[in-house]
């Protein structure tokens, strides 16, 4: 079974930066697709952004509305790590962030995961 560990959460302020990392374990890492999915009280979950195994596509990476031009996802598959550069962030943003992987790439677009970490939380204050 694959675990995903992240890390880079915190409490900042609005406009600050933060960059999330997600260390997974298994050899099979290179061929998963990610995502970072966030979490806030009294929301739905959301996919924040998502990257195939191939880092670019016509399809991939995938960021929602509200982070598109903020956030940028990638991948160091020789570190067996996916992150998330968050710029210019947002109260709205405040959410516990976790990452999830899935084979297949649609099925993580859409919301299913195989693996999934403990996630960390973000907050941003105003």
């Known amino acids: 079974q694959e675990q995903l560990v992240e890390t880079g959460g915190g409490l900042v302020q609005a406009g600050d930066s933060l960059t999330l990392s997600c260390t997974g374990t298994?050899?099979?890492?290179?061929?998963?697709?990610m995502a970072w999915i966030r979490q806030a009280p009294g929301k739905e979950r959301e996919v924040v952004a998502a990257?195939?195994?191939?880092?670019?596509?016509?399809?991939?990476?995938y960021y929602t509305e509200s982070v598109k031009g903020r956030f940028r996802i990638s991948r160091d598959n020789g570190k067996n790590t996916v992150y998330l550069r968050m710029n210019s962030l947002k109260v709205g943003d405040t959410a516990f962030y976790y990452c999830?992987?899935?084979?297949?790439?649609?099925?993580?677009?859409?919301?299913?995961?195989?693996?999934w970490g403990r996630g960390t939380q973000v907050t941003v204050s105003s």
């Open positions: 999830e992987s899935n084979r297949i790439y649609n099925k993580l677009l859409g919301g299913t995961g195989e693996y």
């Open positions: 298994g050899r099979s890492f290179p061929g998963k697709a």
């Open positions: 990257i195939s195994w191939m880092s670019w596509s016509s399809t991939s990476p």
